[in-house]
């Protein structure tokens, strides 16, 4: 079983920057395609960012692209969120994914998620 526990989440004002992590379980982790999603009140859960099996190819919403950036260390299970200049709209349940395969190819293809971290971006 894969667990994916996200932190670093907070409260920070409009133009700041918070970093996500996301420790992942299991001895697979280098194998995978991870990512970000995010839920904000109201709204469906949609797609932020993606990042292939090495890190070798990344991917962004047009919302966050030139704002956030994806990374990941194999060797310590980890994928990370840079996140700055914050807005008020970044505001929502960040979650971690991985995906079923090494490369990312849709929003759907999600094997597990993790608990999720909230964002609050204060204007």
């Known amino acids: 079983q894969v667990q994916l526990v996200e932190s670093g989440g907070g409260l920070v004002q409009a133009g700041g920057s918070l970093r996500l992590s996301c420790a992942a379980s299991?001895?697979?982790?280098?194998?995978?395609?991870m990512g970000w999603f995010r839920q904000a009140p109201g709204k469906e859960r949609e797609f932020v960012s993606a990042?292939?099996?090495?890190?070798?190819?990344?991917y962004y919403a047009d919302s966050v692209q030139g704002r956030f950036t994806i990374s990941r260390d194999n060797a310590k299970n980890t994928v990370c969120l840079q996140m700055n200049s914050l807005k008020p709209e970044d505001t929502a349940v960040y979650y971690c994914?991985?995906?079923?395969?090494?490369?990312?190819?849709?929003?759907?293809?999600?094997?597990?998620w993790g608990q999720g971290t909230q964002v609050t971006v204060s204007s």
């Open positions: 994914a991985r995906f079923y395969s090494s490369s990312y190819y849709a929003d759907a293809d999600v094997t597990y």
């Open positions: 299991g001895r697979t982790f280098s194998s995978y395609a």
């Open positions: 990042i292939n099996w090495n890190g070798g190819r990344t």
